[in-house]
């Protein structure tokens, strides 16, 4: 065997101390001993699947001052995290071939991490051509970061029953347009009044009811009655972020956690919580959205909405366990197993046959986040001061890539589409 990392491994569904056997970036066995040319022997410590990130924002191209596949693949790779979907929302926006191809020629040379690239949903786009590169298509229902808004989803009509037959997931940003207010707005209470939980259970109503393809995604589910729409329901799909279960409107963050859904009220942050515990949540997702500092400093108003997250998402999660509020099981279904599986990914499980993507965890290391250790360009969190767990060492495909935070190896990342 090339690679052994023993250690106490997340297998089968429960934690156990055995080794996991690499060859050509592949877990290919896994046994109570196995000798190798080199072995890595974590005693204890835990050795999990690394995350998959299926919703993050790295703004190559046109807003590379925030953050580029560099800077964030970078801080995905030190937050535990080894593959992302990126979305579409860039400048240009990634609506054609030309500009799918370009993005994901910036992307193989930069990014650290696997990664797959989301298609916007635009009338007139080329659906069958895009599906060959994309990883998958996002619907911007509710304006947001970017130009992507489709108001009205007949709009889009040919295009949804296109996608539909690609068999690719459409994954929807929704707040429904015509029930957002423009009210002024000074505060997290202002910006939730002018996109009221019904805005986005509605968005959320209309697409499930119009769309025909059996692979809908909702992003960033945020309001307590979205929460029946959602559940139970087959080929329906969604995910939760870090900010809106550990947020809510009486933060005194301000416009750091302006972000589109908006932050809203201890009880849906806590209905949140309880249908992630109840396993009704697919996936968490960071909603990575970098921007800078005095872009959020501004009047609360013209503040631009989003919030950085990739590399705070695997230890805020874990703190979450280690604090006994979820169970290890789970954690890794919604940060691993689940993205894995529904982007159709060889990751995301220590299994046979697997990519070797493995990060290497002491619950009992705990520390404070600090935005001057992360890696993001935007050089700040929501999250300063709060405690984590992160990564003692991450694997991309059995390459040691990250020791104590920092990056030691060279392995490339590279898409998803095509190459597995
Ligand atoms: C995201 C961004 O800045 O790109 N902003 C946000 O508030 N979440 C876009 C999005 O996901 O809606
Ligand atoms: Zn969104
Ligand atoms: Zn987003
Ligand atoms: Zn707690």
Partial sequence: ??????????VAGRMQKCCVGIEGGKIVKIAKVLEGEKVLNFGNKLVLPAAIDGHVHFREPGMTDKEDFASGSEAALCGGVTCVLEMPNTRPSTTTVASIREKKKAASAKSLVDFGLFAGVKPGMDV????????????????T???????????VKKELARIARTGKVLAVHAEDENLRRKDPENDLEGHLRNRPNECETTAIKTIRNAYRGDRLHICHVSARQSLFEVKGRTGLTCEVTPHHLLFDTTSRLGALIKVNPPIRRREDRQALFQALKGGSIDMVASDHAPHLLEEKEDDFEYALTGTPGVETLVP??????RENHLAIDLVIRMLCERPGEIYGLPKGRIAAGYDADLIVVDMLAGEYIKADKLHSKCGWTAYEDMPAIFPKAVFLRGELMVENRSRVGERKGRDIVGST
Avoid: H, R, W
């Fill in 1 to 10: 065997m090339e690679l052994v990392v023993d250690g106490n491994c997340f």
């Fill in 128 to 143: 069958e051509a895009l599906a060959k590169e994309a990883a998958a298509f996002k619907l911007y229902m509710g304006s």
């Fill in 145 to 155: 970061t970017g130009d992507l808004l489709v108001p009205d989803i007949l709009e």
């Fill in 316 to 321: 805020l999660m874990l703190q979450l366990v």
